[in-house]
């Protein structure tokens, strides 16, 4: 489910970036590879085993709200701890992932 929820704001979001013409800005780089390639990799070797043992010690109704934990904890997290961007653009954008997760539910 979280997986169709995903593609379901994914695809919104590049609705959006394609009406907005924001395409041409999208750029590729080494770094943004790597970047991903990090993120995959240890995000599905730290993240999976975590979740699992979750699901052993708590119960399902409280394991299943990382989906709505996660991305608001990474963001603050980026933006206090590395400086990102934080303002209207960054709560619309979580909020519109948040409500994928709620809708999806």
Known sequence: MAAAQMFADAAMMLILAMARDEIRALAFTPRSFAAEAYLAAVGSLAGHPA??????????????LYAYANPVIAVLLGAALLDEPFGPRVICGDGNGTSGNYGGA
């Open 51 to 64: 979740y699992i043992d979750a699901l052993k010690c708590l119960p399902v109704s409280v394991v299943s």
